[in-house]
């Protein structure tokens, strides 16, 4: 389906993240499952307009009527990603959408899940969480989510504000280059992968991010016993 956008707001996640919120101009009412994306059409500093997909970061109705939060990450010389961080309010854009399959079915919402992300692979796991999380009884669901520093830490009032609220939900942050104050998990997401299945033992398991970490992430889930119909990803592509 032919989208228009128009830019309501761009706020920093972090040094490297802003979250665009698009307000829907036409349709009017658009239909997506938390976790899906979405193409944007995007004019950039050379001239052409390049396609590229982003995951939608809220669930229906989360972000406002009629409107969705992107978390674009800032790639070094990557165009679309510098052209979207420099987008002003107002701007209005053309996408396609939504797409995909990464999706979390309610008929398998019933079962101990567990969600890994590095970065903005985060955003359609948001999307999904911020849809179950509505719901107060149900498994217990394990995010385990991998950034850099403490400031890179997206979205971390809402993580935080879940784990006050919501006793099924917990939280694991692990950072790659932690400041001498952390006291939590270190390292890369691959690492705890082992440790979490065993905590958990899930039924299911969500995976978003670059092609390394996914393709590691889902040796070590299948390593720890989990079978490969199990393991969902969505993959953000090579480094
Ligand atoms: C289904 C899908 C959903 C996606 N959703 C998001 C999203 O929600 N947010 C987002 O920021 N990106 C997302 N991406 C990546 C996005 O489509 C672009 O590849 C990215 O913005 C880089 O585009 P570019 O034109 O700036 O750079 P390009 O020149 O096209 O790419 C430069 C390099 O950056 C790598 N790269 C791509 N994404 C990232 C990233 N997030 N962090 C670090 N390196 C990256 C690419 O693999 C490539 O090697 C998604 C990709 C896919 C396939």
Redesign the pocket.
Known sequence: MRLRLRLESSEPLSDS?RNLRFELLAPRVFDYAPGQ?IDLLVP?ASGLV?K????I?SAPGRAGPNRVD??????P????????HALGVGSVLDAEGP??G?LWPPEERNVPTLFIAA???L??LRAMLQDELNRTNGPRLTLLFGCRGQPNILWARELTSWVDRIPRFELAVTLSRPDAAWTGLTGYVQNHVVHRVARLRPSLAFVC???PMIEQVSERLMTAGLPRRSIRT??????
């Open positions: 993240v994306a950039t390049l590229r997909p982003y995951s970061a992107i978390a674009v990450t800032r790639v010389a990557g165009p679309v990603s510098t052209a979207l797409r995909g990464f970065g903005t692979g955003a359609p991010g670059l092609t969505e993959d953000y592509g090579p480094v």
